[in-house]
Structure formats: structure tokens, C-alpha cells
């Protein structure tokens, strides 16, 4: 407990050395309640029902720094998709890197603290009363992306938002943060992708909030492929208006230790919102994944599909929640997660929840835990395929729908190789 509470001191004087006079005050009343609030309860543990099975004591226990100068990189040894993008190295802005779009508002959340949408917007949805995480976001954050869509635009080419981390020598904690604002009519897709630069151990601490305006059509893929020391949290928050179309996918690939909050509320009539979800993990990773579907106002629609696949040692947590308030009637949801366990060490813990305050609703959920079915790889053996391919095959069938659910084409194939050489070699 004295190492945790020392742990707990280093975020507290962090936060004391953030603190700049010439911050807004709101955003200073902000943080204060969130440090406030992070300083009393502290980590989680496993006696919070939401952690319940997943440890951050190696999180807690560990000696983070901040990144006050990140490195100066000329290029980046990833694969450029091709679109614009915003990048940050270390939690920090690289204009050098970055392409920003034309004919929209996309810049560093630094840059932008003072406008209004901002005010009016950060930290309003993804709230840390119950996310300890969230909390320390709020309280720690430095820089991160700004995007507003104007009304009625349509924007062609995906935003790639590119949070990078280089660690090497001390462990680097980064608390990167996202705000999108989608005006009324606009559609737009975004594309948040993590991954480390080394192999050093490093933490990220990720909040992403996104406003859907009246009639808004937003896609916001989160793929987080991080180095096998990370360890990854992150939240993805929405808020709906009136008709609005909000397709959240998240891709997790990465990190020794992966939590993944996302959710959305549905807060107008007519708001529709897809979730879908990936996860692949072998040897000792866990990766956790929480979800919340908030059914506020009557008439929306929710459909959810989360898939997993491990091996090894590997485990998974899946909690998706479904909310129908007391006044949401004509309310219809469905939620499915399926797990595939390639080894007799691989574990899952699946929990689907319905809320249902309502009487006029139509809501499902299901949940499976299986492994590769043995008729399935006789049929293909029996066709000259070997063993091993042959559950390779199955094993890519099973995985690769939820890659068919993404629509910008240079990331599904880039997504799609990763799978295939992960089927090869990284089981």
C-alpha cells in the first residue's frame, strides 16, 4: 500500500507542476475537481465491481515520468494511410508530421482551449465520477486533437488522429485527449490510431469524447496497436443528437494490459448507434473491454457485435451494458460478443447487462465462449488443407467480419495483413 500511495503522490505533484495562470478558469475548476476526486479514491481495485477483473496494480506500482520535450522525428516508420492527419509524439502536437484537412477545424486541443465549443463541450460526457482514469485525463492532459465539422459539410477523406509514444530508458506516461463536434447535417469519419515508437514500457491514459449534432453521420475507428510493455486505457465517449448516426469500432491488437471504455448516449429521438469491436491477444495480454449504451430518448436504435479471439495465456473481459430510461419506449437494441479461445490457458469473462426502465422495448444480448469446432477442420483436412492451416482459416473467418464492417478501404486491407500475420506468427 506505501508504494501505491507513493504512486498516487507522484500524479498529485504532477498535476501541482501542470498548473498554468494563464489556463481559463473554467478549465482550472475543471481539473481541480477531477485531481480532487482522483486524490481521494484513488486506483481501482478489485473490490470496484468494474475492475472486478482486471488488475492495475502494475499501473499503480510503477514509476512513471512525463515527456516535457518529446523527441524531434523527420518521419514515422508506420504505414501512412494517406489521408490527412494530425499527429502527436509524447502526448505533444507535431505540426512537422501532421497534414490537416482543408475546409475543416482540426488542430491541437492546446491551440484551441479558448474557443467556445470547446468551453462548452470537454469534459461534459466522458466523466470521471465513476473512471478514476478519466479523472487523471482531465487533470493531466497537455495537448490532444480539436476537430469541429462545420453544418451540413461532407467530408470525403477519414481525419487520422496519430498518438504516438517513444519510450526508451524510464517508463513515459502520456494523457492524450480527443474532442470531436459534429455539426448538424455534416458526415465525417475519423480514424485514432495508438502505437509505440521502441519497446520501452509506457502508459497511456486516453479520453475521447465525440458530438454527434441533429442528423450527423459520424464513423470513429479507435485501433490501438502498442507494444507488448504498455499498458493502454482509454475511454471513448459519445453524445447524440436528434437523428444522429454514431458507428464506434474499437480494434485492440496491443499492450500488455488494454481497458477499453466506450459508449454513447442516445439523447434525441431518432439516434441510431453502432458499436463493434475487435480484439486479438496471445501469450500473457489482457484486454478488457466495457461498454455502455445509454437509450435516454424513445425511438433509437442500437446494434452491437464484439468479437474476440486469444491465445496462449491470454485474457479477456467483455461487460457490455445496455440503459433504456423511463421515458426511451420504442427502444430497439441488440448485443452480441463471441469469443474464440485458440488454447486451454486462454480465458474470457463475459457479462451482457440490460437496465430496462420501459415497458415498450425490444432488446437482446447474447454471449458465447467456444472453441474451433472439430467438424470444421475434418471437413477442410478431408480437402488436402493441414491441421494448422486449416485452423488458421477458421480462426481469420471468425475475425476478419468485424473488419468488413470498416469502410475506409486503406485501413480495412492494412487491418487485414496485420490479422493474417498475426494468425502466421504472433499466436
Given amino acids: 500500500m506505501i508504494a501505491v500511495r507513493e504512486e498516487l503522490d507522484f500524479y498529485l505533484a504532477a498535476f501541482e507542476e501542470l498548473q498554468k495562470p494563464d489556463q481559463p478558469a473554467w478549465l482550472r475548476r475543471l481539473r481541480r475537481a477531477a485531481i480532487d476526486r482522483f486524490g481521494e479514491n484513488g486506483f481501482p481495485t478489485a473490490a470496484h465491481e468494474e475492475w472486478k477483473f482486471t488488475s492495475v496494480a502494475p499501473i499503480a506500482r510503477t514509476v512513471f515520468r512525463r515527456v516535457e520535450h518529446p523527441p524531434a522525428l523527420a518521419s514515422l516508420p508506420f504505414p501512412d494511410l494517406g489521408c490527412p492527419r494530425l499527429v502527436f509524439v509524447n502526448?505533444?502536437?507535431?505540426?512537422?508530421?501532421?497534414?490537416?484537412?482543408?475546409?475543416?477545424?482540426?488542430?491541437?486541443?492546446?491551440?484551441?482551449?479558448?474557443?467556445?465549443?470547446?468551453?462548452?463541450?470537454?469534459?461534459?460526457?466522458?466523466?470521471?465520477?465513476?473512471?478514476?482514469?478519466?479523472?487523471?485525463?482531465?487533470?493531466?492532459?497537455?495537448?490532444?486533437?480539436?476537430?469541429?465539422?462545420?453544418?451540413?459539410?461532407?467530408?470525403?477523406?477519414?481525419?487520422?488522429?496519430?498518438?504516438?509514444?517513444?519510450?526508451?530508458?524510464?517508463?513515459?506516461?502520456?494523457?492524450?485527449?480527443?474532442?470531436?463536434?459534429?455539426?448538424?447535417?455534416?458526415?465525417?469519419?475519423?480514424?485514432?490510431?495508438?502505437?509505440?515508437?521502441?519497446?520501452?514500457?509506457?502508459?497511456?491514459?486516453?479520453?475521447?469524447?465525440?458530438?454527434?449534432?441533429?442528423?450527423a453521420v459520424v464513423e470513429h475507428y479507435k485501433l490501438q496497436q502498442q507494444n507488448s510493455r504498455s499498458f493502454h486505457v482509454a475511454t471513448v465517449e459519445g453524445h447524440q443528437d436528434r437523428a444522429s448516426s454514431l458507428h464506434l469500432e474499437n480494434l485492440s491488437l496491443g499492450a500488455a494490459l488494454a481497458r477499453n471504455d466506450t459508449g454513447s448516449v442516445l439523447d434525441a429521438e431518432g439516434a441510431e448507434c453502432v458499436l463493434d469491436g475487435l480484439y486479438v491477444a496471445s501469450a500473457g495480454q489482457h484486454v478488457d473491454h466495457h461498454t455502455t449504451l445509454d437509450h435516454a430518448r424513445p425511438h433509437c436504435s442500437s446494434r452491437e457485435v464484439y468479437k474476440g479471439v486469444l491465445d496462449g495465456r491470454a485474457s479477456a473481459v467483455f461487460n457490455g451494458k445496455i440503459i433504456v430510461r423511463k421515458?426511451?419506449?420504442?427502444?430497439?437494441?441488440?448485443?452480441?460478443?463471441?469469443?474464440?479461445?485458440?488454447?486451454?490457458?486462454?480465458?474470457?469473462?463475459?457479462?451482457?447487462?440490460?437496465?430496462?426502465?420501459?415497458?415498450?422495448?425490444?432488446?437482446?444480448?447474447?454471449?458465447?465462449?467456444?472453441?474451433?469446432?472439430?467438424?470444421?477442420?475434418?471437413?477442410?483436412?478431408?480437402?488436402?488443407?493441414?491441421?494448422?492451416?486449416?485452423?488458421?482459416?477458421?480462426?481469420?473467418?471468425?475475425?476478419?467480419?468485424?473488419?468488413?464492417?470498416?469502410?475506409?478501404?486503406?485501413?480495412?486491407?492494412?487491418?487485414?495483413?496485420?490479422?493474417?500475420?498475426?494468425?502466421?506468427?504472433?499466436?
Fill in 91 to 215: 502526448g505533444h502536437f507535431s505540426r512537422a508530421l501532421s497534414r490537416p484537412p482543408d475546409g475543416v477545424t482540426a488542430v491541437s486541443l492546446r491551440e484551441a482551449i479558448s474557443r467556445a465549443p470547446v468551453e462548452e463541450h470537454l469534459a461534459r460526457y466522458a466523466r470521471g465520477e465513476h473512471n478514476a482514469f478519466t479523472d487523471l485525463n482531465t487533470a493531466l492532459f497537455t495537448d490532444g486533437a480539436f476537430v469541429e465539422i462545420p453544418r451540413d459539410a461532407v467530408v470525403s477523406e477519414p481525419l487520422e488522429l496519430l498518438y504516438v509514444t517513444a519510450a526508451e530508458g524510464e517508463p513515459v506516461v502520456t494523457c492524450p485527449r480527443t474532442l470531436i463536434v459534429a455539426g448538424r447535417g455534416c458526415q465525417a469519419r475519423f480514424i485514432e490510431t495508438h502505437r509505440s515508437l521502441g519497446e520501452g514500457v509506457h502508459f497511456t491514459n486516453a479520453v475521447t469524447e465525440i458530438v454527434a449534432g441533429e442528423n
Fill in 327 to 427: 421515458d426511451a419506449q420504442k427502444t430497439d437494441s441488440k448485443q452480441t460478443n463471441k469469443n474464440l479461445l485458440l488454447s486451454e490457458d486462454a480465458t474470457v469473462n463475459t457479462k451482457p447487462q440490460l437496465e430496462i426502465y420501459a415497458d415498450d422495448v425490444k432488446c437482446t444480448h447474447g454471449a458465447t465462449i467456444g472453441q474451433l469446432g472439430e467438424e470444421a477442420i475434418f471437413y477442410l483436412r478431408s480437402r488436402g488443407i493441414g491441421r494448422e492451416d486449416a485452423r488458421s482459416l477458421l480462426t481469420y473467418a471468425f475475425a476478419s467480419e468485424m473488419l468488413g464492417r470498416i469502410s475506409f478501404e486503406p485501413l480495412r486491407s492494412g487491418l487485414d495483413a496485420l490479422l493474417r500475420e498475426w494468425l502466421r506468427n504472433g499466436r
